[in-house]
């Protein structure tokens, strides 16, 4: 398939750029128990660095955001500059965590928009039911796989040239389908507040598969190349949550 044009100029394709929440209360203790956690004060700080060290905010197009109160703190905070300037924001459950834990369990789209609503959020995906943690939401493996190309889906359908997506660490895994770094004593191998940048992968077959793009890897390990499929096949099915 040939790039997209505007203008009779050629678009490169689109970069997406995939967050991990900033530290949250649950993360302090590993406790679960505490019911959709806000950030900290240290997770706070975390997002304005992330503000301050973000490259791309003059080129976000997009933001989608999970409906968990930390994500959309992140959000608020982390990419404000993007904000100011009027980048509209997606709120959308398919990006919410992966567990059935009260701290992975979101808050009802009428409180959320009392708290958080204001110009430039849209809350209409946040679907009734949509923190049940059962159906399509539920926390089982194939669940959260269907949930995750579903998600992969979404993101496709964008037309825009660099998406923000802020979302949770065990999704990511899910969404990127590479789980060469996890480390289950941590449940993620994405830091709190970290970001890589991934493209889609042609020729998938309808999985609409996603790999992260070589400057977000060098970025991050200083290596421009990652394991083989056969490595992460191997990995997911070792550590699959």
């Given amino acids: 398939m040939s790039p997209a044009t505007s203008n009779g100029q050629t678009l490169s394709p689109p970069i997406i750029h995939l967050v991990r929440h900033a530290q949250g209360w649950h993360n302090v203790d590993d406790d679960s128990t505490i019911k959709d956690p806000t950030l900290t004060p240290s997770g706070e700080n975390q997002a304005h660095t992330l503000a301050s060290q973000f490259p791309y905010h003059d080129q976000i197009t997009h933001i989608i955001c999970s409906p968990m109160k930390r994500t959309i703190q992140t959000t608020l905070l982390g990419f404000k500059p993007a904000l100011d300037r009027g980048v509209q924001v997606t709120v959308l459950p398919e990006f919410q965590e992966c567990g059935d834990w009260p701290a992975d369990t979101g808050t009802d789209r009428s409180l959320l928009e009392k708290e958080f609503g204001r110009p430039g959020w849209d809350f209409r995906g946040v679907v009734d039911g949509w923190n049940s943690k059962s159906g399509k939401w539920a926390s089982d493996h194939p669940s959260l796989v269907a949930r995750a190309r579903e998600a992969r889906r979404i993101l496709k359908s964008i037309k825009g040239q660099h998406i923000v997506v802020v979302t949770h660490g065990a999704f990511l895994h899910y969404l990127t389908e590479d789980w060469s770094d996890f480390k289950s004593g941590h449940g993620t191998g994405y830091a709190n507040a970290e970001y890589r940048s991934f493209a889609f992968v042609p020729g998938t077959n309808g999985n609409d598969?996603?790999?992260?793009?070589?400057?977000?890897?060098?970025?991050?390990?200083?290596?421009?190349?990652?394991?083989?499929?056969?490595?992460?096949r191997e990995l997911k099915a070792t550590h699959v949550i």
């Fill in 209 to 232: 598969s996603i790999a992260e793009i070589e400057e977000s890897r060098i970025r991050r390990t200083g290596t421009e190349h990652g394991l083989g499929k056969a490595e992460t």
